[in-house]
């Protein structure tokens, strides 16, 4: 693909963390997503056209192979929708930490995506169908994560908010900052959350979702940020053995919690750990 035949389009998304939240098969649990105000997502986006099949370079981070076949997965598919094979090349860099979680730059990367090949073709959407586009896209290619859609809701709209999918997000917009730990991926172990049938899993759905409204209620409570991984202990547990129960996830270390990524677990640890790379979000 020629370098004149390439339109390139700059992006920048701050980036966003789900801070709570566990992902359940076919089931619809909140989430907490926190939005960084000193970590961008910087992203460059080239766009063309090819004459058999799609083709997808990626440059930038080195995030793995789950995060290279989800994006690729998710180009092929923009592909069958436009019935043209596209040449997409996407570098994604962020500042302030050297291994942000994939899912995080799955999530920006998909909407600049979204937003090029809307240029591209002379269409203006809203932010809301950018959401939708990229939603109905990851459902068809067959990630379908709704941790992802939280995510993206969150980048979009440039808020720390309570995200459930179907629902109106909540922002939490208490005018107070988080010093969170970047740490990095792990490998989870066997995947039992399929297995799981009622009574059981309705009341391992409500007790994540409880577990996710009551963290949400101490935070906007709290007077003290940097006080939060104390305040929220049980939480913090409640959320670490369900990574374990359900994925398989050893116990992260002490001060530190799990977050999803695409097909493992993200740690993130409180300030001063010295486990990771600090940044700052907004409560």
Do not use: H
Request: with cysteine; charged share 25%; aromatic share 8%.
């Amino acid at each position: 693909m020629p370098n004149d035949a390439i339109d390139m389009f700059e992006y920048t998304s701050p980036l966003a963390i789900v801070f709570f939240g566990v992902p359940l098969p076919n089931r619809n649990n909140p989430y907490i997503v926190l939005v960084s105000n000193d970590a961008d997502i910087l992203l460059r986006v080239g766009l063309g056209e090819e004459d058999k099949a799609s083709r997808a370079v990626i440059k930038g981070l080195q995030l793995g192979w789950r995060y290279e076949i989800a994006l690729k997965s998710f180009i092929d598919e923009v592909s069958t929708r436009l019935e043209q094979p596209l040449y997409i090349e996407i570098e994604a860099r962020v500042s302030k930490t050297s291994y942000p979680p994939a899912s995080s730059i799955y999530a920006a990367a998909t909407l600049a995506i979204i937003q090029a090949v809307s240029e591209t073709g002379g269409y203006e959407l809203s932010a809301d169908e950018i959401l939708q586009a990229a939603s109905d896209i990851d459902q068809e290619a067959g990630i379908g994560l709704d941790f992802i859609d939280a995510l993206r809701t969150a980048m979009i709209r440039g808020k720390s908010i309570i995200y459930r999918k179907g629902e109106e997000p909540i922002v939490l917009d208490t005018k107070r900052e988080l010093v969170l730990e970047l740490v990095g991926e792990e490998d989870i172990g066997e995947d039992l959350s399929q297995n799981i049938q009622d009574p059981l899993a309705s009341a391992i759905t409500r007790l994540l979702g409880v577990n996710v409204i009551e963290t949400a209620n101490i935070i906007r409570e709290l007077q003290e940020p940097d006080n939060i991984f104390q305040e929220v202990e049980l939480n913090i547990r409640i959320e670490n053995a369900a990574y374990y129960m359900l994925y398989g996830a050893s116990l992260p270390d002490p001060g530190c919690k799990w977050t999803p990524s695409l097909q493992r677990v993200y740690a993130i640890c409180k300030k001063d750990s010295k486990l990771g790379d600090p940044v700052t979000f907004t409560l």
